[in-house]
């Protein structure tokens, strides 16, 4: 069975950085493209970033590029995301998700964590 669990999210200034982790267990993480979406509050399932299985590819929105980082640790099944200069409309629950697809949906991605709420706010 997938797990993911995520961790790290909280509550910002804008400016501020959070650092977004997953801990991946249940099919063999290194195996797998990994990513992340966010959802806003009453809005779709937004993607942010995808990276291949060797983290030698990663791919960005147009609204986390230069700002936002993906990563992964193969050796400890975990992915990351590192968020700097967040601005208020930043604020959603960020998902882990196992093969994400490169454009936004209001359907939630089939496998993908409970999510960790990031809100920024001054």
């Known amino acids: 069975e997938v797990q993911l669990v995520e961790s790290g999210g909280g509550s910002v200034q804008p400016g501020g950085s959070l650092r977004l982790s997953c801990a991946a267990s249940?099919?063999?993480?290194?195996?797998?493209?990994m990513g992340w979406v966010r959802q806003a509050p009453g809005k779709e399932f937004e993607w942010i970033s995808t990276?291949?299985?060797?983290?030698?590819?990663?791919f960005y929105s147009d609204s986390a590029k230069g700002r936002f980082t993906i990563s992964r640790d193969n050796t400890e099944n975990k992915l990351y995301l590192q968020l700097n200069n967040l601005k208020t409309e930043d604020t959603a629950m960020y998902y882990c998700?196992?093969?994400?697809?490169?454009?936004?949906?209001?359907?939630?991605?089939?496998?993908r964590g409970q999510g960790t709420l990031v809100t920024v706010s001054s």
């Open positions: 249940g099919f063999r993480f290194s195996e797998y493209t």
């Open positions: 998700v196992k093969t994400p697809v490169p454009y936004s949906s209001p359907n939630p991605p089939r496998e």
């Open positions: 990276i291949y299985t060797t983290g030698d590819q990663t």
